[in-house]
């Protein structure tokens, strides 16, 4: 992808002096009195500011917090925590700046503010022609490092970068785009795409344009329960949609005809609840009672997924194959885990459930990339082009 990236910027010494606008996820989960549960996206954006602030920039950040209303400022919308743990991970001050659309604090090279929640400005939803063209007006250089805000063309995402005087994109956006094209656009064969989730519908597209690109195509969970329904075996009282059957039977048809596959479970680990405490029942594919729920793959279903992941050139996975918080039912969900994580390929990773699965199996660092940004993530599996990558793409073009 042709994009300018914000290290070539730096490299070539065109940032010292400059006032740097950099727009970050630091959309982190706030507990009790508005402490942070986890860091992760703060520490991911870190780079970014750290590159900017080496290069003798004068940088201000800012990101949305939560679903504030806009207009209508709360303490728990305010980025101030995080400020806080910037502060701490920079090791150097980090004041929260309000009102800032229309500029008027103080700023110089080397130094570094966080501008407030910027989903409280109205108009940032929308993206605002008028509220882009005021927040372009603070910097020479805008930085777009949140890929999780992607897929969403507001002020702060879009709106400032056909306005701003030059656009580039940060280290860690870089790195998804990087990881991205090579996953899906430059892949090494065989290509094997793992989509797991509860439901086809929220899927399809997903699951419909990947049938063009991959070489096999795993299912797993509630979807899996609907490809076995339309290959005609029974699945109890398990999570499905039978009003979806026949779009999993044309996406079964599509690989097929590419001479690729689906494969689908041959035994599996049911339950006559959905519970942590439920007794498991290990049985064929095709001896599900009426009662039981499929709740993981079997062991033999687990080692053919793992045999196919250990052959693939490149592994895209995008949810777990069975309800893994469960001790009794995360055995297809760590196999797999496993499988990927001591496979040769190249393997991208996203989406919140697969992120808690790959942390809850300790393989965090044998994952090739791990996506940030989860529904960015689907939106490019689904095959859209995302508005921050056509803004980035179409200014580089112009420069």
């Not at 956006?173 to 991205?180: G, R």
Request: charged share 25%; glycine share 10%; proline share 6%.
């Amino acid at each position: 992808m042709d994009i300018l990236r914000f290290a070539d910027l730096c490299a070539r010494g065109e940032v010292a002096g400059k006032r740097v606008f950099i727009r970050s996820d630091l959309n982190v989960p706030l507990g009790d009195g508005g402490r942070i549960t986890d860091d992760t996206r703060i520490r991911a954006s870190v780079p970014a500011i750290q590159m900017a602030l080496d290069a003798g920039a004068a940088v201000m950040v800012t990101s949305h917090l939560g679903r504030p209303t806009e207009g209508q400022p709360k303490p728990e919308d305010s980025l101030a925590p995080v400020a806080a743990r910037l502060a701490e991970l920079l090791g150097r001050e980090v004041p929260l700046v309000t009102d800032w659309v229309d500029g008027g604090f103080a700023l110089a090279p080397g130094q570094v503010v966080l501008l407030e929640n910027c989903r409280l400005n109205k108009g940032e939803k929308k993206n605002d022609p008028e509220l882009a063209r005021r927040m372009a007006a603070l910097c020479d250089i805008f930085v777009h490092d949140a890929f999780g805000t992607a897929h969403r063309a507001e002020a702060t995402t879009t709106g400032i970068a056909e306005y701003a005087p030059v656009v580039c994109a940060g280290p860690l956006l870089a790195a998804e785009i990087d990881a991205l094209t090579r996953a899906l656009e430059q892949p090494a064969r065989p290509l094997v795409a793992i989509v797991g989730g509860s439901k086809v519908s929220t899927k399809l597209s997903i699951l419909e344009s990947l049938a063009d690109k991959v070489d096999q195509l795993i299912v797993g969970g509630g979807i899996a329960n609907t490809f076995l329904l339309a290959a005609g075996h029974p699945i109890g009282a398990s999570l499905a949609e039978p009003d979806m059957v026949e779009q999993a039977r044309r996406v079964m048809e599509r690989m097929r005809a590419r001479g690729a596959e689906v494969p689908l479970p041959e035994d599996v680990v049911v339950a006559t609840e959905f519970s942590a405490t439920a007794t498991p029942r290990r049985c064929g594919v095709d001896d599900v009672r009426a009662d039981e729920r499929i709740l993981d793959i079997g062991a033999r279903s687990a080692a053919r997924l793992a045999d196919i992941v250990a052959r693939a050139g490149t592994v895209v996975w995008n949810g777990p194959v069975g309800v893994f918080e469960f001790p009794a039912f995360a055995g297809g969900t760590r196999m797999l885990a496993a499988a990927i994580a001591h496979s040769p390929a190249f393997s991208i990773a996203g989406g919140g459930d697969t992120l808690a699965a790959i942390a809850q199996f300790g393989v965090t660092d044998d994952i090739g990339y791990i996506s940030t940004g989860g529904g960015a993530f689907l939106e490019v599996l689904e095959g859209k082009t995302l508005p921050a990558f056509e803004v980035l793409q179409r200014r580089a073009q112009q420069r």
